[in-house]
Structures are given as C-alpha cells and as structure tokens.
C-alpha cells in the first residue's frame, strides 16, 4: 500500500488565535498513520493567517476523510479544505 500527500488549508475563526498553539493543536489531532511533513502559512486578508500542512495518509480507503475530520474538530478551526493531493 503506497501513501498520499495531501496539502490542505485550514482557516482559523479569528485573525487573533495563535497559530502556533493551533497547529500544535492540529498534530495532536492526527489520525493513526498520519503524519505533517511540514507546515505553510499565508495571510489571506485583513490580518488573517491560513495554515496549510502536508499531510502524509496511507493510501486507503476513504483517503483524506479522517484528517479533515479531525481538523475540523479541533479548537479554532474555522474551514478545512484541501488544496492538493499526490501519490508519493
């Protein structure tokens, strides 16, 4: 079974959250076999900072499912969308 990157974008509720305590939040929030390789940030607008982890996924069923799931559930998290997607 290979594995999938997948680079997802996730909005916070308020341009004051930390973002750093978000994406700890995020890693702590990972579903079993799933891993970031890595984290981008990018202001959208009006202070407002967006977050775009690489997430490592095994290539199985349901693919990116559990992550988004799990992201959307974590503390501060406004939307999480995915960006991008690969076999690696």
Sequence with gaps: MGKVAAKLKVMPQSPDIDLDALQERLESSLPEGAKINGVEREEVAFG?????????????????ETVEESFSGVEGVESVAVENVGRI
């Excluded at 996924?57 to 990116?64: I, K, L, N, Q, R």
Aim: charged letters at 5%; a negative charge; aromatic letters at 6%.
């Design 48 to 64: 407002l900072v967006a977050l775009y982890p690489t997430v490592i996924v095994p290539d199985g069923a349901g693919g990116t």
